[in-house]
């Protein structure tokens, strides 16, 4: 079965960093679109980045500049640096994956696959 695995959340004061990692198994990352959502409590899921070979990488405004998404083929393993950190970018952060193609941050329902979860909490 395919599986996605976060880890690298934790607690920071505003202006720190965290760098996330999400873990794949049985599925070739580069072979898909990847992205990084986030949802904080009350609040609808949002598309933080995605990384594609056909829609290359996106960022949601509110975090361009701070984050940076990558990612390492031959582990399985996709990465976001998350740097000068606020207090707005606390939530769920979730690992996803989809077929590839033109993915989109604004579609997270097209994502078939889903990682538990990492917790960023974020201190003002």
């Known amino acids: 079965e395919v599986q996605l695995v976060e880890s690298g959340g934790g607690s920071v004061q505003a202006g720190g960093s965290l760098r996330l990692s999400c873990a794949a198994s049985k599925l070739p990352i580069n072979n898909y679109c990847m992205g990084w959502f986030r949802q904080a409590p009350g609040k609808e899921r949002e598309g933080v980045a995605i990384i594609s070979r056909i829609a290359g990488i996106r960022y949601a405004a509110s975090v361009k500049g701070r984050f940076s998404i990558s990612k390492d083929n031959a582990e399985d393993t996709l990465y976001l640096e998350m740097d000068s950190l606020k207090p707005d970018d606390t939530g769920m952060y979730y690992c996803?994956?989809?077929?590839?193609?033109?993915?989109?941050?604004?579609?997270?329902?097209?994502?078939?696959?889903w990682g538990q979860g990492t917790q960023v909490t974020v201190s003002s």
């Open positions: 996803a994956a989809r077929s590839d193609g033109w993915c989109s941050l604004l579609s997270p329902a097209d994502f078939r696959y």
